[in-house]
């Protein structure tokens, strides 16, 4: 089954993705950078279709996962949609700096979540 990873200290929003796609993906939660890279580093089989990053966690933030697609040219395998509850204009420029895909603001409903997964599992089916 292909996966989705949801890079976010909200236990809130992983559940809500993992409901909205239960049956369609297995949804890989990460609690901070730190676990997305790493899971992203174990991403052998190229199983990770997309990845929903918050900019705003513990240990590692969003930015230093956003680094590390730069660093090892990942933007094309693994499509990454932002979702954060900050909002700052200095901070969706900064991140629109990287080759993702969208900003989705929190809170979000399920349908936002939906059609963002779809742009990026679309973006993934092309590479």
Avoid: H, W
Avoid at 18 to 23: H, N, Y
Avoid at 56 to 63: A, I, L, S
Avoid at 115 to 123: M, W
Wanted: charged share 30%.
């Amino acid at each position: 089954m292909k996966k989705i990873l949801v890079a976010d200290d909200s236990k809130i929003i992983s559940n809500i993705v993992e409901r909205a796609f239960k049956d369609q993906y297995e949804v890989i939660v990460a609690f901070n950078g730190k676990e997305a890279i790493d899971i992203i580093k174990n991403n052998v089989d190229d199983s990770i279709i997309g990845c929903l990053l918050d900019l705003n966690m513990p240990e590692v933030d969003g930015f230093a996962v956003l680094d590390y697609f730069k660093e090892n040219k990942l933007f094309r395998r693994i499509p990454v949609c932002i979702i954060t509850g900050d909002v700052a204009k200095e901070r969706v420029d900064r991140a629109f700096n990287y080759d993702i895909v969208d900003v989705l603001a929190k809170p979000f409903t399920f349908e936002n979540v939906r059609s963002e997964v779809e742009k990026i599992v679309n973006l993934s089916s092309l590479n």
